[in-house]
T-cell receptor, first 110, second 114 residues
Framework: GQNIDQPTEMTATEGAIVQINCTYQ??????LFWYQQHAGEAPTFLSY????GLEEKGRFSSFLSRSKGYSYLLLKELQMKDSASYLC???????????FGRGTQLTVWP | ETGVTQTPRHLVMGMTNKKSLKCEQH?????MYWYKQSAKKPLELMFV???????ENNSVPSRFSPECPNSSHLFLHLHTLQPEDSALYLC?????????????FGEGSRLTVL
C-alpha cells in the first residue's frame, strides 16, 4: 500500500524556524512535492524534489533522501501568513498518481 | 487566482438530486484532475484526464461521473450521493509529464449531502 506520514499539527513563533517532516512508503517514486493550503483556499505548489539533497527557494527549503523515504520542508523567518496546512505528496509510478499525506497544520504565533 | 476556476463554490443537495460541478482552466494545460478532500483525510485522487482522455479512475463509485469535453473544461456529475460524500472537491490541472509537473488547484466546491 501507499503511506505518507507527517505530523498533524505544529506551532511556532514569528521569526523562528520550523521543520515539517514527511516519511513515505510508495510503490514507485516520481518525485516529492510540498503544497501550502490556507483555510478555505486552493493548495498552492511550494517545491518539488526528485534527487537527493536540499532545494532552496527564498525562506522555504525542501530536502529529500530517497534511500530513507524522507523529506522535510524548512520554513525560516516565520511570518503570521505562514499559518496554513502543508501537504506532502509523492508522485507514484502510475501516470497521474500523486499520493498525499494528511497535511500538517502550522500555527504561527506573534 | 490560480487560473483554475470551479463552480459552484458551495452546494447542498439531497441524496436523490442530480447536480454537476464545473471546472475551467485558463492555463493551456493538457491534464486535468478531480480530487476529494475530506476532514482529517489525505487528498484522494478521483479522476485524471490527459488530452481529454481518462487515464485514471481510482475505484470511484459510479454515482460520480466525470466528463471532459475539451482540454479546458472538466465536469463531475453527481447523482444519488450519500452523506459520506460530503467533502471539498478540488479540480487541478498540469502541463507536461503528469508526475513531474506541478498541479494548479482550483479553490474547490464544498459539497454537503443531506
Amino acid at each position: 500500500g501507499q503511506n505518507i506520514d507527517q505530523p498533524t499539527e505544529m506551532t511556532a513563533t514569528e521569526g523562528a524556524i520550523v521543520q515539517i517532516n514527511c516519511t513515505y512508503q510508495t510503490s514507485g517514486f516520481n518525485g516529492l512535492f510540498w503544497y501550502q493550503q490556507h483555510a478555505g483556499e486552493a493548495p498552492t505548489f511550494l517545491s518539488y524534489n526528485v534527487l537527493d539533497g536540499l532545494e532552496e527557494k527564498g525562506r522555504f527549503s525542501s530536502f529529500l533522501s530517497r534511500s530513507k523515504g524522507y523529506s522535510y520542508l524548512l520554513l525560516k523567518e516565520l511570518q503570521m501568513k505562514d499559518s496554513a496546512s502543508y501537504l506532502c505528496a509523492v508522485g507514484g509510478s502510475t501516470l497521474g498518481r500523486l499520493y498525499f499525506g494528511r497535511g500538517t497544520q502550522l500555527t504561527v504565533w506573534p | 487566482e490560480t487560473g483554475v476556476t470551479q463552480t459552484p463554490r458551495h452546494l447542498v443537495m439531497g441524496m436523490t438530486n442530480k447536480k454537476s460541478l464545473k471546472c475551467e482552466q485558463h492555463l493551456g494545460h493538457n491534464a486535468m484532475y478531480w480530487y476529494k478532500q475530506s476532514a482529517k483525510k489525505p487528498l484522494e485522487l478521483m479522476f485524471v484526464y490527459s488530452l481529454e482522455e481518462r487515464v485514471e479512475n481510482n475505484s470511484v463509485p459510479s454515482r460520480f461521473s466525470p466528463e471532459c469535453p475539451n482540454s479546458s473544461h472538466l465536469f463531475l456529475h453527481l447523482h444519488t450521493l450519500q452523506p459520506e460524500d460530503s467533502a471539498l472537491y478540488l479540480c487541478a490541472s498540469s502541463q507536461g509529464q503528469i508526475n513531474t509537473g506541478e498541479l494548479f488547484f482550483g479553490e474547490g466546491s464544498r459539497l454537503t449531502v443531506l
